[in-house]
């Protein structure tokens, strides 16, 4: 009985062996760390990110928008609300007004990518269909950052537009948004957003 035990014990451990090895963690390999590293990289919150952090809270603003040169501008108002998601990765900025006496509502989502090293923002609104984005670099000296990108043209199908977007800061509470749209290879401003802070 007692070898018959001892033997039945013996050959449990000997098959329990495989599973505790798999317990044990193995080592990643160099391709592996090099991956988590390079992704660890990659969605890392910087000074970029911590940068940010000016926009947020609630905000007024007025829209002048220039729709025909030889016209006067359309102004409107609006409020914005700012807030810090994901650790501060981005900022999402949420707009209330009016456009030709319609409720408007549009979205923004801004952040830093790590891997191009540029800012990025995106936008979208209840009036359209389409998602515009644009990358750009902060000039510290002027204290405004400048995006570039393309959005469709809706006069021309398969048509773009290149924009230029400014934020220049005046001061904590006071910035500017300017948009600037080229046709023909000649640049325009066609629309100034000025922002107070409320909050």
């Not at 998602?131 to 469709?152: K, L, P, R």
Request: hydrophobic share 35%.
């Amino acid at each position: 009985m007692n070898a018959r035990f001892a033997c039945t014990v013996l050959l449990g451990c000997t098959l329990s062996l495989p599973l505790l090895a798999e317990d044990t963690p193995k080592a990643p390999s160099p391709e592996e760390q090099a991956m988590m590293e390079a992704y660890e990289k990659m969605g890392r919150v910087g000074d970029a990110h911590k940068s940010m952090a000016r926009y947020v809270g609630r905000w007024t603003y007025e829209n002048t928008m220039w729709m025909d040169p030889s016209a006067p501008p359309v102004t409107s108002t609006g409020t914005a609300e700012a807030t810090a998601i994901w650790g501060g990765r981005y900022i999402e900025t949420v707009f209330k007004g009016d456009y030709q006496g319609q409720p408007f509502e549009g979205r923004s989502f801004a952040g830093y990518d790590n891997l191009k090293g540029k800012y990025v923002a995106t936008w979208i609104d209840s009036l359209s269909t389409g998602i515009f984005i644009t990358y750009g670099d902060h000039d510290a000296a002027t204290d405004t950052t400048t995006f570039h990108g393309e959005m469709d043209d809706p006069m021309k199908a398969g048509g773009k537009i290149p924009v230029r977007q400014v934020d220049r800061w005046i001061d904590a509470d006071h910035y500017v948004f300017e948009w600037h749209e080229s046709r023909d290879g000649k640049e325009a401003k066609t629309m100034e957003i000025r922002y107070a802070r409320v909050q």
